[in-house]
């Protein structure tokens, strides 16, 4: 598991990847069997990205799940405010509401630096990530 994301987000990302990298839509039970994730949780994900119009949904036999958009104009960051909110590197990392560049926590300059490179990867076009 990771220490940034919860499974659910970690899940999405790995799913939006592989479909970033299929290039076409893949169903609910491929994406589940070739990621190992249980089946009704990959459902439950794809959905939710659905709803917030990151995914198209085909139905049918041959039907499943695309991205909604170009990957070009697409990042891992709107999966993470889709499935999480704000990100965690996005927050103080001593969990202070009130931490700013005006009233800094014991750790904000060195967690500034972090946070703003993590940003910097996951603001990044899906698109390079094939």
Same mark, same amino acid.
């Given at each position: 598991m990771s220490l940034l994301f919860s499974r659910k987000c970690e899940y999405a990302i790995r799913s939006v990847i592989y479909l970033v990298?299929?290039?076409e839509a893949v169903s609910v039970s491929t994406l589940a069997s070739e990621l190992k994730i249980p089946r009704a949780f990959t459902g439950k994900i794809l959905q939710?990205? $659905? !709803?917030a119009g990151f995914l198209h949904s085909f139905p049918?036999?041959?039907g499943g799940y695309a991205l909604a958009k170009s990957p070009d104009k697409l990042s891992?960051?709107?999966?993470?405010?889709?499935m999480d909110g704000?990100?965690? $590197? !996005?927050?103080?990392?001593?969990?202070?509401?009130d931490c700013s560049d005006t009233n800094p926590c014991p750790l904000h300059g060195w967690w500034k630096g972090i946070s703003s490179e993590?940003?910097?990867?996951?603001d990044r076009p899906l698109s390079s990530y094939r």
């Open positions: 990298r299929k290039g939710e990205l $659905h !709803r049918g036999s041959k891992l960051s709107d999966v993470i405010m889709i704000v990100p965690v $590197h !996005r927050q103080c990392i001593l969990g202070q509401s993590i940003t910097e990867q996951l």
